[in-house]
């Protein structure tokens, strides 16, 4: 399976990236990844990231991990999972010195482990790709909690981007690709959800929502809980 991404990290990591990882997206021109943001230290996390990382307490998931930007700094307390299912992305947190490091989908999880807290930073949420699947990724999450567990996860409402854009269906499911050298990667779904719509799809699958931080650009931090 192709890995832009993981690949365009992993040369980042070894000195040896001579292109840059490209995004192409529907609101316009396509624009370069910054690829040394996902190895920042503590001293660089955002506002909301430090918020979301303080709420931590006890076994973590870190789903979408990466690099390991947030794994590094939550095993310095806490027992902590990272999940990524990029090859590249797990050897490179090896090598950085994340622990327990589990490669795989989470779609097609098969572990019975239970966790306190599950994370997914970065609007890491936005890895189902449309409501359908999120109402999967919600069911699948409600198993991996105990039961006083939480998910924390941040996203954010882009209807603002679509003002001379007509789209069919709800906005926040945006196709994107990767071009990463000459190599153009297959078309992928993100999803950026606005706080309304998760709020109704939360309470349908039996989560409470809770918005706890905003910020200026239309992008909030939340809460789900049993």
Not at 7 to 24: C, E, G, K, R, V
Not at 207 to 226: F, S
Request: hydrophobic fraction near 40%; charged fraction near 25%; include cysteine.
């Amino acid at each position: 399976m192709e890995d832009l991404f993981g690949q365009a990290l992993w040369d980042y990591y070894h000195n040896t990236q001579n292109n840059p990882l490209i995004l192409h997206h529907p609101f316009g021109e396509p624009y370069q990844l910054d690829l040394e943001g996902y190895f920042f230290g503590d001293d660089d996390f955002s506002e909301m990231e430090q918020y979301a990382l303080s709420l931590c307490n006890g076994k973590t998931l870190d789903v979408g991990a990466a690099a390991g930007r947030h794994a590094l700094w939550l095993q310095e307390n806490n027992e902590t999972h990272v999940l990524d299912i990029s090859d590249k992305c797990c050897e490179i947190m090896k090598r950085r010195g994340v622990h327990n490091i589990i490669r795989a989908d989470i779609f097609k999880l098969t572990s019975k482990e239970k966790y306190d807290n599950i994370l997914l930073m970065l609007n890491g949420i936005g890895i189902c790709g449309d409501i359908l699947c999120l109402e999967r990724l919600l069911a699948i999450l409600y198993g991996l909690t105990n039961r006083s567990g939480k998910v924390i996860f941040d996203s954010s409402n882009i209807e603002h981007l679509y003002s001379d854009i007509k789209v069919p269906g709800y906005f926040g499911e945006v196709a994107y690709r990767y071009q990463y050298g000459e190599k153009m990667g297959s078309p992928f779904k993100w999803l950026y959800i606005d706080i309304d719509k998760m709020q109704f799809v939360a309470k349908k699958w039996n989560w409470r929502m809770q918005v706890i931080y905003e910020d200026d650009d239309n992008g909030y931090l939340a809460l789900l809980t049993k």
